[in-house]
């Protein structure tokens, strides 16, 4: 089996803010400096690096916004979010939890800083990453996996190295508890300092190692500190990452659907004509009704 390589490490790009509640880096596509299509099916990564927001009597966050084409992942390192949506779902994403929304045919919803966490204000830290979905499945109806930390499954590595956590695909024979429309490996790695771990995925898939806390050398070469993310290329099939220092690593690879992108804003179609309807169903208030 041959080495997956590093093709580049990506420095974090000056923050955005999105609403008033997210202060976040784009990695996918603009930080990899290139298109949606080249993480397929990973198609936008916002990395909001840990910031310490003020006590706020007034939840600060983003207003009611649609998605339609495509899944929204939250993985909550920090802080808390409050979400509420067009069918009256809703639910509180608190720090170690995942929240997996199938956007699909349609959703309008809002997030925000949880209530009480806004009170106290705090240190706050989240990636938000969009998932494609192939044409056939963006016609599904909307769902929600809400995956408590205490739920997502474990892999204790050996010599006191440390655990992966998978939260989609497998690790060494362990599952993750997400469903996925395509064939898809999400993990959190908790490296201990000297600690290391070994990945296997095939060479056509996209893959990136996200660097949450720490330090890690990618292959004995690679240098990717924290905030940074590493692109993999896709020349071989397996690779390992050696933690510097005690680091938090988020790993994700994916099978591409290898289907033409046609985005705007949040809607994630195959042609420009099926964006024109969906722009049209939107605002003749076909993602349904949700107060501000
Ligand atoms: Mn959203």
């Given amino acids: 089996m041959k080495t997956k390589t590093v093709e580049l490490v990506a420095s974090p790009r000056a923050p955005h803010f999105v609403g008033d509640g997210f202060r976040v880096h784009n990695f996918i596509p603009s930080g990899f400096r290139m298109d949606m299509?080249?993480?397929d099916p990973?198609?936008?990564?916002?990395?909001?690096?840990?910031?310490n927001f003020p006590p706020s009597d007034k939840p600060k966050g983003v207003g009611v916004h649609p998605h339609k084409g495509f899944e929204t992942v939250t993985i909550a390192y920090k802080g808390k979010v409050a979400h509420h949506d067009s069918s009256g779902g809703g639910g509180v994403i608190g720090e170690g939890d995942v929240q997996w929304m199938t956007a699909a045919n349609g959703v309008l919803h809002k997030e925000h800083h949880e209530e009480e966490w806004s009170k106290t204000g705090g240190d706050f830290q989240m990636v938000q990453l969009w998932v494609?979905?192939?044409?056939?499945?963006?016609k599904s109806n909307p769902?929600?996996?809400?995956?408590?930390?205490e739920d997502i499954h474990r892999y204790q590595l050996e010599n006191n190295a440390g655990t992966i956590e998978?939260?989609?695909?497998?690790?060494k024979g362990t599952k993750g508890v997400a469903s996925t429309f395509t064939?898809?490996?999400?993990?959190?790695?908790k490296l201990n300092k000297g600690g290391k771990a070994d990945f296997e995925f095939p060479a056509h898939y996209n893959t990136t190692?996200?660097?949450?806390?720490?330090?890690?050398?990618?292959?004995?070469?690679?240098?990717?500190?924290?905030d940074h993310m590493a692109l993999m290329a896709n020349d071989g099939e397996t690779f390992k990452i050696e933690a510097t220092e005690d680091?938090?690593?988020?790993i994700l690879s994916g099978e591409p659907i290898n289907e033409p992108i046609a985005a705007h804003g949040p809607f994630v179609m195959n042609t420009q004509q099926e964006l024109i309807e969906a722009f049209n169903d939107f605002n003749n208030g076909k993602f349904g009704y949700l107060e501000d």
Avoid at 132 to 138: Q, R, S, T, V
Avoid at 166 to 171: L, M, P, Q, T, V
């Fill in 143 to 149: 769902k929600y996996q809400a995956i408590k930390y």
């Fill in 209 to 226: 190692v996200l660097v949450i806390e720490g330090q890690v050398i990618i292959n004995n070469q690679d240098v990717a500190p924290t």
């Fill in 42 to 51: 990973f198609i936008l990564l916002d990395y909001n690096s840990t910031y």
């Fill in 247 to 250: 680091a938090i690593v988020l």
């Fill in 132 to 138: 494609n979905l192939p044409a056939k499945d963006k």
């Fill in 183 to 189: 064939p898809i490996h999400m993990f959190n790695a």
């Fill in 166 to 171: 998978i939260i989609a695909g497998e690790y």
């Fill in 37 to 39: 299509q080249r993480m």
